[in-house]
Each structure stands twice: as structure tokens, then as C-alpha cells.
């Protein structure tokens, strides 16, 4: 496979070596895992990867550690699937919507308006009673899902008008991640779903190849899609969680206890990245605004109400609905 550096992102320019974020604690470590990310160092997934990585050094005694490769270094999430599954890429994080393509059954952790809070999420996407199952449902497929992390809740922008009800969204070209679940969604919310790689959305805004995105307040303003679509309006419609990837055969290269370690270390990523996450959403919003974003809070009700059909049309294994019904009474 050949590594790309995609455009879109603060990616370091020039061909050659990509360039990581690794923590100064493990880079000479004698296995230092990759770690494919699609967005910048400073966001909260990569910021408590890298510390993991730091931490799995020294419990290791410098066995193994961790480098992140951020901004897409490594391929948009799709390619780093495949990378993943090759065994040319250690771990990804990826958005949960491309693991359904693997197996329909994640949908049950992607549907829209499935989580109340990002405390319910995060309760359930470490509680292997709940997703132990659908995280190693795909072994034969060589992925493994280690744990999820809350990235947030989306909501709908665009460079037109801001959205107060699902009709303004009719006539309108949205970005949404690759998979047919999102794509109907948006048909649902009253807009035409177009899917794509994260990289492409401000391009493609721009020259209104499409009218907008959606997504968290932090993708909004790191990726300055506000200079592009100035309309964020909170549908909140949409948690998806970014899971962590692995292949069995990398990751059963460590010892039991090596393996255990990082499991461990692991769920102290999960409580950093929790409380990085609920900061840099808020502070993002206020850098939105500076740069000219006008947000507004349209009735959520009727979105929630249009998507409502969406459970039954994807939903359609025993299995995933009882996934479904795990999430949604963790709510409770
Ligand atoms: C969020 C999410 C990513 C995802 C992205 C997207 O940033 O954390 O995993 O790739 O949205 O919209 O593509």
C-alpha cells in the first residue's frame, strides 16, 4: 500500500517521511506501534494516544510505545482500514459509520440520537457487556476494536441560511461520512447526503460542489469549515464514536501481560481524551464565532421525528437490535 499525505489539513507539506506527534518518552522504544488519525495533534484522541504511548513505555520498560500520525498523514480513515487490516498500520481511529461496512451490526452504536449525553456513550462503548461482542465480530476480517471514544455531537452547517427545520434543508448537498446509514439519514433530515473523506469537505464547499457538513464544533472550527459554511445550527443529531483498530496479528504480537498493560493504559486515554473533549468542543465554538460563525438552536423534535423510520430500516438483525436496546437502556 502506498502511504498518502492528504490535502486539507495542516499536513506538513512535501513528500517523504510522514511526520508524527510522538511523545519524547517512547520514540526509541523497540516497537513504536503507528498510529493512523485523521485530524491534528492537538485534538483529544491524539493528545491521549500519544501519552499512552508514553506511559505503555515505561510500564513496558521500553518494549513498546506509541507514535501518532495525525492530519491524515497515513490515509483518510477508509485507507486506514485497509492499512490496519494489511498489517502496514498498527492502530486507527476511526469514525464507527466505516466499521459497518465490515459488519452492518455497528450500526447499532451510529444511529442517530442513540446516546443522551457523552457520559451515556462513553459508559458504553467500554462496557464489554454491551460491545464486547460487535468489537470482536470482526476478527475474520483482521480488525479489532479496543474501545471507543466519544467525539463529540454533530450538528448540520451550511453556506446558505441557518437551519431551523428539517424543510430548509431540502435542495441542499450535505457531507457525510461513507456510509449508506448517513446518507440516508440526511435524505431523512430533509437534505441530500453526499459522502466523502474528511480532507475534501472544505474544497468542496468552497466550490460549492456541496452546500455543507456536519459535524462536531471542533471539526467546524479546526478545520475553519466556518469560513466556508458561516450557518452552524445545533441538530445534534448524530454521536458517532471514533473506535480503536487494530489486527489480532499485530496486536497478539505482545505477551498476555504486555497486552494487558496497554488495556489498562488504555482506559486512562478514554478519561484523558472524556475531559479534553468536553473542553475543546466549548472553546471551539467560541473560535467559530470569532471567525464569523452564527450558531442557533433550531426544535431538535423534528429531526428527531425524521429520522425516527431509520431503526427499523437498519436495525434488521436480532443481533443488532439487541445491541440497539443495550445502548439505549444504558440511558436509563
Ligand atoms: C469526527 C470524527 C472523525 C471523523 C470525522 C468525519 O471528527 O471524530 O472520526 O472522521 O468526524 O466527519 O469524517
Same mark, same amino acid.
Given at each position: 500500500? #502506498? ?24 520514540? @526509541? $522504544? ?6 493512523? &488519525? ?9 493528545? $491521549? +494516544? ?8 515505561e510500564r513496558t520498560d521500553g518494549r513498546y510505545s506509541l507514535e501518532v500520525f495525525p492530519n491524515e498523514t ?23 459509520? !466505516? ?22 456513550? /462513553?459508559?458504553?462503548?467500554? @462496557? ?10 470482526? /476478527? ?8 471507543? &471514544?466519544?467525539?463529540?455531537? *454533530? ?27 448517513? #446518507? ?11 459522502? +466523502?473523506?474528511?480532507? /475534501? ?21 479546526? !478545520? ?10 445545533? #441538530? ?6 471514533? !473506535?480503536l483498530i487494530t489486527s489480532p496479528a499485530v496486536f497478539d ?22 475531559? !479534553?473533549?468536553?473542553?475543546? +468542543? $466549548? ?15 433550531? @426544535? ?27 445502548? *439505549?437502556?444504558?440511558?436509563?
Amino acid at each position: 500500500a #502506498t502511504l498518502t499525505a492528504c490535502g486539507g489539513f495542516d499536513t506538513p507539506s512535501g513528500g517523504g517521511e510522514a511526520e508524527a506527534s510522538g511523545g519524547a518518552g517512547g520514540a @526509541d $522504544a523497540e516497537k513504536v506501534f503507528k498510529v493512523a &488519525f485523521n485530524q491534528n495533534a492537538e485534538q483529544p484522541e491524539a493528545v $491521549a +494516544m500519544t501519552h499512552l504511548g508514553e506511559r505503555l513505555a515505561e510500564r513496558t520498560d521500553g518494549r513498546y510505545s506509541l507514535e501518532v500520525f495525525p492530519n491524515e498523514t497515513l490515509g483518510a480513515q477508509k485507507d486506514t482500514v485497509e492499512l490496519v487490516q494489511a498489517g502496514t498500520v498498527d492502530f486507527a481511529l476511526v469514525a464507527g459509520s !466505516l466499521l459497518e461496512n465490515f459488519n452492518p451490526d455497528f450500526v447499532a452504536l451510529n444511529m442517530p440520537f442513540a446516546y443522551d449525553s457523552q457520559e451515556h456513550q /462513553e459508559a458504553v462503548l467500554n @462496557d464489554p457487556e454491551i460491545t464486547g461482542d460487535v468489537y470482536s465480530s470482526i /476478527e475474520d476480517q483482521n480488525i479489532r476494536v479496543l474501545g471507543g &471514544f466519544s467525539a463529540g455531537t *454533530r450538528s448540520v452547517y451550511n453556506s446558505e441560511k441557518p437551519i431551523t427545520e428539517p424543510a430548509d434543508l431540502a435542495g441542499m448537498k450535505i457531507r457525510v461520512m461513507e456510509s449508506d446509514t448517513n #446518507t440516508r439519514m440526511m435524505e431523512l433530515m430533509g437534505g441530500t447526503g453526499t459522502p +466523502m473523506g474528511q480532507g /475534501e469537505v472544505y474544497t468542496a464547499i468552497q466550490s460549492g460542489v456541496i452546500e455543507g457538513g456536519e459535524n462536531n464544533e471542533s471539526i467546524y472550527a479546526n !478545520l475553519k469549515h466556518a469560513e466556508v459554511a458561516p450557518y452552524y445550527s445545533y #441538530t445534534k443529531h448524530l454521536m458517532i464514536p471514533d !473506535l480503536l483498530i487494530t489486527s489480532p496479528a499485530v496486536f497478539d504480537t505482545m505477551s498476555a501481560d504486555d497486552q494487558a498493560i496497554f488495556l489498562e493504559e488504555l482506559q486512562g486515554a478514554f478519561e484523558e481524551s472524556s475531559e !479534553l473533549t468536553t473542553k475543546i +468542543m $466549548a472553546d471551539s465554538k467560541a473560535a467559530a464565532e470569532e471567525a464569523g460563525a452564527e450558531f442557533n438552536e433550531p @426544535d431538535v423534535e423534528p429531526f428527531r421525528d425524521a429520522v425516527a423510520p431509520l431503526v427499523d430500516e437498519k436495525l434488521t438483525t436480532d443481533t443488532s437490535r439487541e445491541l440497539y436496546d443495550a445502548v *439505549r437502556a444504558a440511558a436509563e
